[in-house]
């Protein structure tokens, strides 16, 4: 087996002898369990939690090639549609300890899972509240380095401009995951990355890169913006 | 330069011109009252002292409503808030601290999470049967009216859409006083003229109906709101008005959950249903389910196939609502899709005559 450093820092390849490919992975910031049933791999000290594309979309761009990383150690990060936190633990993983994460889920039945992981995880804090409605929760955030969205809902470009305004620090960066049939299912998912993008850079972002996530995710992509303020 | 009101889980600010003026630091139990959109109390008494009378601008609307009762606060444009954010900033770098936040946090979540599923499907459930109550009262009160004022003008009936003609009553009332485009009708009206007092009696109740449309469209904005956060597949799926009348007729999302999709596809059909049972004549193809768009729209031979694909990804929505919350909408819609297409592909043509009619006798 070899472990190696992924050009994102805080983010690991594996490749092992007995399986094709190369994995990517995060440093377990929660020594001993696991989140959504990873595999889980010790080496040299330090347990490494495989990061599945087809579980989450941010490893899906990775693998994808996504050309830059916002998310490092010690980001400030406000994480909206946070679910049962799959996704949002391996970003606690690469913000590691100085880093912070709010993380936003409407919904009290998810939030119930999602609230057992941030008590194990320092750098997480729980917010059940509506994405919608950013002014609910600006008090306790009050700003931060990277917004990353994963929301499913047809006005989503909205909902991220909305955070962006009033948390998202200037020259700061959101990750928003869009998923095409959520907005309409008839349409062509192109024309609708496009319309997506158009209306994030009516609001003040600068789109670095959209990303398709297919095979792992059909009619998914991320788009990697900097807010200019 | 405008007063800017900060509020902060570390505190409550006061700031004019990026300087600070006032600054009130909170404890551990203020939070939970800052999160909620209020200012304790003592707060407020020495902002109102230093402050009263003075335009002061906050970024939350919940704020602005509560406090407008004691200081002249109003809502913070784009523009401010880039402002507020800038000292927010500020203010976490300089106060913020992390694990004590984070407590109170955690603590606030599990408090929400008690309240939130503390049974809000009762509150949906009441919330659509008053939507149906007022649909009946107005359609009721429209009738009478018509009538009523068919006395004075009958030929406006001819405005089919109920909502318009209650509208365009309350608005002119007399004939003669109606638009360019009413005018020759209402010239040559075979109604009756009538006194000031008659038209304005007629124009009140115009009015109130009316208010019933306004308090049917505050229902529905309720119900939009509502649903998802206690069913979202089941709004994502069929629209958070047919979620709510399905939990309706269950009694409720646990029980609507515990449904076989069979019984799902004829909620709202038991006469019909019954009717089959007991006398053997042909069952219900589709209860309430019929009002989604798909089963409707559909030719009448396509829509118990259509209706009974539907009931089974309803099924799977209501279970996930109910036992795990994770949002899997989007998929079971792209495969309640799918398979539309596919019956609509293979069923383009009614069935013969004879084969589809078998009736079911025991």
């Not at chain 1, 928003?176 to 024309?191: C, G, L, W, Y």
């Not at chain 2, 309706?248 to 019909?272: D, F, N, R």
């Not at chain 2, 729209?297 to 196939?305: D, T, V, Y």
Request: with cysteine; net charge positive; glycine share 6%.
């Amino acid at each position: 087996m070899e472990i190696t450093k992924h050009r994102f820092k805080g983010v690991y390849q594996i490749k092992e002898e007995d399986r094709p490919g190369v994995e990517i992975a995060t440093v377990n910031l929660s020594p001993g369990t696991r989140v959504y049933g990873e595999r889980i791999i010790r080496h040299s000290g330090r347990e490494y939690r495989i990061w599945d594309p087809y579980r989450s979309k941010l490893s899906a761009a990775i693998h994808k090639g996504l050309s830059e990383m916002p998310i490092s150690p010690g980001s400030r990060v406000l994480y909206l549609g946070a679910a049962s936190g799959t996704t949002a633990s391996h970003v606690s993983d690469i913000i590691g300890e100085d880093g912070k994460i709010f993380c936003v889920e409407m919904s009290s039945r998810t939030m119930r899972e999602l609230i057992t992981l941030c008590e194990r995880r320092k750098n997480m804090i729980p917010i059940l509240g509506d994405a919608r409605k950013p002014w609910e929760y600006s008090s306790l955030v009050g700003y931060s380095d990277v917004i990353y969205q994963d929301v499913a809902q047809p006005d989503q470009a909205k909902i991220a401009l909305e955070n962006a305004k009033r948390l998202l620090k200037p020259g700061g960066f959101a990750i928003i995951a869009i998923k095409s049939r959520s907005i309409d299912v008839t349409k062509d998912p192109r024309e609708i990355f496009k319309e997506e993008v158009r209306k994030i850079e009516r609001g003040g972002f600068e789109v670095i890169e959209v990303k398709r996530l297919d095979p792992f995710e059909k009619d998914h992509a991320i788009i990697l913006g900097r807010f200019e303020g | 330069m405008p007063l800017y009101l900060i509020t902060t889980s570390e505190g409550i600010g006061v700031y004019r011109d990026g300087e600070k003026l006032l600054f009130l630091e909170a404890k551990s139990e203020h939070i939970p009252e800052i999160m909620e959109g209020k200012l304790p109390r003592e707060f407020v008494d020495e902002i109102e002292k230093r402050f009263k009378g003075e335009e002061i601008l906050v970024d939350d609307k919940r704020i602005v409503e509560w406090l407008s009762q004691y200081l002249l606060v109003k809502l913070a444009s784009d523009d401010d808030l880039r402002e507020i954010k800038r000292i927010r900033r500020k203010i976490k770098d300089e106060m913020e601290e992390w694990n004590r936040i984070r407590d109170v946090s955690i603590r606030m979540t599990r408090e929400r999470i008690r309240r939130a599923s503390a049974d809000r499907d009762k509150l949906i459930i009441q919330a659509i049967e008053a939507v149906d109550d007022l649909d009946k009262s107005i359609n009721l009160l429209v009738s009478r009216l018509r009538e009523w004022y068919s006395l004075h003008f009958p030929e406006l009936n001819d405005v089919k859409d109920h909502e318009e003609y209650v509208q365009l009553i309350k608005k002119y009332g007399e004939r003669s006083k109606f638009p360019e485009k009413y005018l020759e009708i209402a010239k040559s009206s075979m109604g009756a003229d009538m006194e000031p007092e008659d038209l304005e009696v007629m124009r009140s109740l115009a009015s109130r109906i009316e208010e019933l449309y306004r308090m049917r469209e505050e229902l529905v904005k309720y119900l939009e709101d509502l649903v998802p956060r206690v069913a979202p597949n089941l709004g994502i799926l069929v629209g958070p008005l047919l979620a709510a009348r399905l939990m309706s007729l269950a009694g409720g999302l646990e029980k609507l959950a515990k449904l076989p999709a069979s019984t799902i596809q004829v909620l709202g059909a038991e006469k019909a249903l019954f009717r089959h049972l007991r006398k053997g004549k042909n069952p219900p193809k589709h209860g309430v389910i019929y009002q989604y768009p798909k089963v409707r729209g559909s030719p009448r031979w396509q829509r118990g196939k259509i209706a009974r694909a539907l009931a089974a990804k309803l099924s799977i929505a209501a279970r996930m609502d109910y036992f795990s919350g994770e949002v899997v909408a989007d998929e079971l819609k792209s495969d309640l899709e799918d398979r539309i297409a596919e019956i609509r592909e293979k069923y383009k043509k009614p069935p013969k005559k004879g084969a589809a009619s078998r009736s079911r006798r025991r």
